[in-house]
């Protein structure tokens, strides 16, 4: 009885008090001044919803913050952020960074600990700045709960978002050690160690959606008091923070808040959902189907030119075509359609449309790089009925099964269009380096032109030429070289390479050869990648529409000389990883990897890839390694790590094809925990053998 009065108070005070769905419109969660979901310099408990990746800026007299962050999953959000200190300079050289001001790199994470109900409330733990000097170091337990259009939050904070202490820390009262806290990490490090230490406050604050749905209101209490921070003594007149969020459009935010009792936060948000993004294609319809009556024999010719762009184009390079006993089998290398079974049922249509006389089975094959890599078996009565359409209500799929790849020997006495044994692009290429002491963004931007030529059936020569059309490495300052690093340089040269206007990127020999039952192998020679010459193997063994995979690769490198690339340093390693691939089933978008060998610099270690692939295609991925480098003899950042968003090319063109773009940023380049850049490697080349999504 009690509940029922209070939830009805509520409700006459705040419409639909205690649900836990926002008000009207769903109100999605708006991003704090760091970045993340939050109010201004508070958290609160909600996750951005999964896909949703957004850029953000916010701009006062002492900071600009710059970040992008994402909902990884319904219960985990990352956030990346540049902070550019307007009050300090980079150093005190002037000689080495000019007049440029402070700029610190941080990372952070949000994992969802409970949902909401209609009676519980959302919570929450954070962390900022895990990895960097931690400027913005602490962590978080907060909680949210919807009241109708107000969304209340209320949490604890230690380190820099708890430094007023407010309330005592309650850890204190188990162990002094938590009594006190780190004041600032080494540069890149990622430290766990000083978590619930030091300071401790209360924050809490409410968003309100009006009944004008673009815009919301914020009002917080803030548990940070901003003494000693890095920006200087900044004077905070109150510890309560008001703020605005305006929604200019679906895909873009302004915020307006004052803070601190005296200053002024402006800055904007801009949006997309990674799981909503589809392409706009302008593509060649699919053949009707329009079947032929069935004759003694097959017209190849006429199958073969409908399989490729000459006509219907069902993605097919070079199809062969074979018929024995009551098998048709044709075999190509897919190269058009992202989703491997548009390409097989356009497949389909086209030979069912010329079937000969006996044929029950349809074996397509698709093939990359020369080399099988699935059959699709489809029962040619059931795709009949499926084409000519079911009556209502008895709509079945055909029979339709993924196995091995067929003996390409079948085909020798079969009708073949013969591939084309050289190929040529042309690619724009862009080089970025973010947050250096000579200016915050280091770019370069050129011309990948690349040729192809198969000597035979399964050995290519490839090769590709960069040509530079501009950049401002130029600005690097020689004082940068790493000298708190005890390695070999195995990649600090880089500022040196990027000052050519024109050279050999790769040229190369490789030979492919599928060995059967899931194993493939290349072996490889040339000019590998921009830095290195030399020669290598690898195998991989990738079960049909398993999980898993597991891979080798062996190398023998040289460095390349930066001055003369056609020529080479004094530096040599061998260099290789055993690396196991999996793609839990209960988590069907992540794949993790994991690489153990020796690196570059000759420091042995593992490399852990951790990658989140939406349902748009885009694959948001993370990875670190690790070596036997101590902190000392790696310098600068401790370890490598870095992040890479790799696009599918279809997103933004009108016809479809399975390129991909990826934009990759590393903190800091350092030569501990560094990989050799290979071409080709045999996992990305046998992605068809993955289970298609959603079977």
């Known amino acids: 009885m009690k509940k029922t009065y209070l939830m009805s ?16 419109d769903p109100v999605r969660a708006s991003q704090s001044d760091f970045g993340g979901t939050g109010l201004m310099q508070t958290p609160n408990a909600r996750i951005a919803r999964e896909g949703e990746f957004s850029v953000n800026y916010r701009d006062n007299d002492q900071y600009r913050f710059y970040s992008t962050s994402i909902g990884l999953f319904p219960w985990l959000e990352g956030t990346i952020r540049y902070t550019d200190v307007r009050t300090r300079k980079y150093s005190d050289n002037e000689a080495f960074s000019g007049d440029q001001s402070y700029k610190d790199k941080s990372f952070d994470f949000k994992i969802r600990l409970l949902e909401e109900d209609f009676i519980v409330p959302q919570v929450a733990f954070g962390k900022r700045d895990i990895a960097g000097t931690g400027l913005f170091d602490g962590e978080y337990l907060v909680a949210s709960k919807y009241f109708g259009p107000l969304d209340v939050s ?4 230690w380190g820099y978002p708890g430094n ?30 000083d978590m619930f230490r030091g300071p401790a406050a209360l924050f809490g604050g409410v968003e309100y959606q009006t009944p004008w749905q673009p815009l919301r209101l914020k009002l917080e209490y803030d548990g940070n008091d901003y003494r000693d921070d890095f920006a200087g003594r900044l004077q905070q007149s109150s510890h309560f923070n008001v703020g605005a969020v305006w929604r200019a459009t679906d895909w873009a935010e302004l915020n307006l808040s004052y803070e601190r009792g005296n200053t002024l936060m402006a800055g904007f948000t801009l949006r997309t959902n990674f799981n909503d993004l589809r392409p ?13 009556p069935e004759t003694a024999a097959l017209s190849f010719t006429s199958a073969a030119s409908q399989l490729t762009a000459l006509k219907y184009d069902a993605g097919f390079d070079a199809p062969e075509i074979a018929q024995y006993g009551g098998t048709l089998y044709m075999s190509g290398e897919q190269y058009r359609y992202r989703d491997s079974r548009e390409a097989v049922d356009r497949a389909n249509r086209i030979l069912a449309n010329n079937l000969p006389a006996g044929v029950k089975t349809l074996s397509v094959t698709q093939t990359r790089d020369r080399m099988p890599m699935v059959t699709t078996q489809t029962d040619v009565a059931g795709l009949r009925r499926q084409l000519e359409g079911y009556p209502l209500g008895q709509e079945t799929q055909p029979a339709q099964t993924r196995v091995e790849p067929v003996d390409t020997r079948l085909f020798s006495r079969g009708y073949r269009i013969k591939p084309e044994r050289f190929s040529y692009s042309f690619a724009p290429t862009l080089a970025q380096s ?14 990948m032109s690349s040729a192809r030529f198969w000597l035979t059936e ?22 940068l070289l790493p ?22 990127n790769n040229l190369q020999a490789n030979l492919f050869q599928p060995l059967g039952h899931g194993f493939y192998s290349q072996v490889y020679g040339g000019y590998l990648e921009t830095m290195y010459a030399g020669v290598g193997a690898e195998v991989l063994w990738r079960p049909l529409d398993r999980s898993w995979a597991l891979g080798a690769d062996l190398n023998y490198v040289r460095q390349r000389d930066w001055n003369n690339m056609m020529r080479f340093a004094d530096y040599s390693a061998p260099t290789g990883f055993v690396t196991a691939y999996w793609n839990p089933p209960v988590v069907n978008s992540l794949l993790m990897k994991v690489s153990v060998g020796q690196y570059l610099a000759k420091d042995k270690g593992v490399t852990v890839d951790v990658a989140k692939r939406f349902d748009s295609g885009i694959t948001v991925g993370v990875w670190a390694a690790l070596s036997n480098v101590s902190k000392e003899d790696y310098g600068e950042g401790g370890f490598s790590k870095g992040f890479y ?15 991909r773009a990826v934009v990759s940023w590393t903190p800091l380049t350092r030569d501990g925990g560094q990989m050799l850049g290979r071409k080709y490697q045999l996992y990305g080349i046998t992605d068809d053998r993955e289970r298609p999504v959603g079977q």
């Open 164 to 193: 007023s202490g407010n309330v005592r820390n309650p850890l204190c009262q188990v162990s002094d050690k938590y009594c006190t806290r780190a004041e600032l990490n080494d540069a890149g490090d990622i430290s766990f160690s």
């Open 458 to 479: 399964h050995a290519l020569l490839d090769g590709g030429i960069f040509t530079n059309l501009y950049n401002n490495y130029d600005k690097f300052n020689s004082s």
């Open 434 to 447: 973010l947050g250096g002491p000579e200016d915050f963004y280091l770019f370069q931007a050129g011309l």
């Open 645 to 659: 968003v790799s696009i599918p090319l279809d997103l933004m063109t009108i016809s479809p094809n399975r390129n």
């Open 154 to 157: 209320f949490g604890m904070a």
């Open 9 to 24: 108070c509520l409700a006459l005070v705040f419409p639909g008090a205690g649900q836990a769905e926002p008000y009207g």
């Open 483 to 504: 000298s708190d690093s005890t390695l070999p340089r195995v990649r600090t040269h880089i500022r040196d390479y990027v000052s050519n206007d024109v050279y050999l």
């Open 280 to 292: 706009a294609l302008r593509d060649k319809p699919p053949a009707e189907y329009a079947p032929q």
